[in-house]
């Protein structure tokens, strides 16, 4: 399993982006105008909120019916001529591949963008191969590769962190001499891959949607490399993960749609595909066309509490609104798939001991969930695992387990809080300051500016209100007043 | 009308002065107040950490809490410990004891503007403030409970008070309950972002619905040395208060 981008500990990768102030703008500038570009797209849609509710029947169907859908897609395939092959895992999908580009003696494969093929690996099993070459035609995978592979950072967007400097000097090494301006580095990327499609004997694209009852290849892309992709090689291989499938073209047109608005803020994009092998008296397309259909690890989720991470449609809307992306970016995560859908889905697909620290990394804020186009409830989720972490495997990723099960028998004791109630301004007082302070009614009983064990985190950032006198706290206050109004009545 | 106090943990051990606002607010409007004193906490802390074994009995204790007075309503100065309560009856709904319960409490839980504005249908409480303002919008009260309108239409309606729009609203100001304790490099850079846009807007008193954001931002600001009046809205529109102004929707302006 090859989701992992990183080595290092999270903290580490956290703190490298907190330095990285270049990555950090550029998110916060793509978020910030993907923010004003969706809603738009979305309102100009109208009754965006039923269409959510659409997207989450149609996806939440194909889940149920999985195995059925699967069935009634290969078949139609197959109907057709093509072939499909059912990977269990990474491995099995990438040797099976190796073994068609083996079979076909290709030696220059095209591929368009697509994040199953990241996260297998492909790229380098395919050029171990004696005498084969490969090309990322997807012009931010292009950079990725040339740039030594550099790992993607956004599911959309993948050279989110890059910024046109950094792209110029890359295309240096390809032999360009313009400037860093982005038309004129689109112009000579074209160019240069479009000499290297005319010879390319494979292609290999992702899936937006497969079609379950024709057996077609839905693409959805900005760039037309994918349809290129499948264009001119003879020989086709798609690879898909399993929950890629709608029932029929009426549902991938719903979906398209929602895709495109929540993805990049367009009514469509400027090509939406459907293709499949070449079919009598047509004059382009595969002859030989093969779909590889990715388990590794996705029906860990069927049947568990999170399932509802298999609607998803990949749309990055998620991402663009996480403030947790907005400052560790791609790299924090230390998965190819990042942001909230990735801290949901990676610990499913590949385990806690690597991914258990994403799941915390998050304040629930929910702006994921109230984003999300086919309702994805990615803040539960994340709180499921949390909850899987600590009840179920007992696992050492809270900050302090004594003490957050202390805090559970305190918060579930009057008597217990009450005492703490009375004793939270004494106790409190070795830590505080009475200084002054320069805000304003928040502090009216001094503040603490280090405090120990698990409110450390805390003041680390920020100083914290000292708690008022007991006689002072809401509930003496409360009491008085109520005993006035009551002496009250009564004089009257 | 009967009113319970959901005072929640925060106002019960660092902010006597945001629950002392909302119940003499509410008093004012008409209501009659008791606090059930068996409350503690919604059970956030823990549930949210993943501890929810721990958390049901937090929970119970807190549904019989609030649940033990003859109050039409509750009514809590948190928009987000509103929004546990609210999902309590999703949580416990295969809990023979509690599924009941944790409906008839969600029911009639409401969050202080939300109950002031949509429930008892006042448009000005009679406050006044003289200040420049700006208000962050807690993701809790906005995103699960779904309150977006109540605190602003108030709030635009005190007397003198020049509310300024904050930008980047949307965004979460970094508190997240134990995600503050628990990854303080993350969150420093996400409340560093919210000073910076609070002070970008030239306000001073910022306003929230809830008192945890506010110790949050507030005790970044008192770090950075920054200079702020933090007000819950519970505290605004209990300021100055004129009762002859006070104004219910379908009312007209002029007598
Ligand atoms: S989880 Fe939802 S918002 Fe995130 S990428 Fe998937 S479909 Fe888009």
Known sequence: MTISTSDKPFLTRVKESENDHFMQQSVAKAQDAQWDKRTAAREELGNWEQWRDLGEQIRQHVIKYLPDYLEQFSDNVEKKGGHVFFAQTDEQAVNYIKKIAKEKKAHRIVKSKSMVTTEINLDKALLSLPETSIMETDLAEFILQEDNWDEPTHIVFPTLHKNRDQIQNVFKKLGYSGSNDPEEMAKFARKYLREYFMQADLGITGCNFAIADNGMINLVTNEGNADLTMAIPKTQIVVMGMERIVPSLKEAEVLDNMLSRSAVGQKLTSYCSFSGPQVNGESDGPTDFHVVILDNGRSNALGTDFEPVLQCIRCGACLNVCPIYRHIGGHGYGSIYPGPIGAVLSPVLDGYEKFGDLPFASSLCAACTETCPVRIPLHQLLIKHRKVMMDKLKMDHSFNNVLMKGAGVATSSPILFKIALEGAHMGSAPLSKSKETSVDNLFNYGHIEKAPSIASGWTDVRDLARPPKHSDDFRSWYKKHKKEQQEGVSHD | ?255
């Not at chain 2, 929970?59 to 929004?83: K, M, Q, R, W």
């Open chain 2, 1 to 255: 009308m009967k009113v319970a106090i959901f005072s929640t943990c925060v106002v019960d051990l660092l902010f006597p002065n945001v629950g002392q606002a909302m119940v003499e607010v509410l008093e004012r409007i008409g209501c009659e107040t008791s606090l059930p004193t068996n409350q503690v906490c919604c059970g956030q802390p823990t549930y949210n950490s993943g501890y929810h074994k721990e958390s049901n009995k937090v929970f119970y204790n807190e549904i019989d809490a609030l649940l033990s007075t003859d109050a039409d309503y509750i009514v809590g100065p948190a928009g987000s410990c509103v929004a546990m309560l609210r999902q309590y009856p999703h949580i416990l709904k295969d809990n023979p004891d509690y599924s009941k319960k944790a409906q008839e409490l969600a029911d009639k839980s409401y969050e202080f503007s939300q109950f002031v504005y949509n429930i008892l249908g006042v448009v000005d409480a009679g406050a006044q403030l003289d200040a420049v303002a700006t208000y962050h919008r807690s993701c809790h009260m906005t995103r699960l409970l779904g309150e977006k309108t109540a605190p602003f239409a108030l709030l635009d309606n005190v007397k003198d008070l020049k509310m300024v729009p904050l930008p980047h609203l949307e965004n979460c100001c970094g508190f997240g309950g134990t995600f503050s304790v628990k990854e303080p490099e993350i969150s420093k850079q996400m409340v560093d972002e919210k000073v910076d846009s609070i002070i970008s807007t030239g306000a001073r008193v910022l306003i929230s619905a809830d008192a945890s954001c506010l110790m949050n931002i507030g005790g970044r600001f008192s770090r950075r040395n920054e200079n702020i009046k933090i007000m819950h809205i519970a505290e605004v529109l209990n300021h100055n208060v004129d009762a002859s102004r006070i104004r219910y929707k379908n009312q007209p302006t002029t007598v």
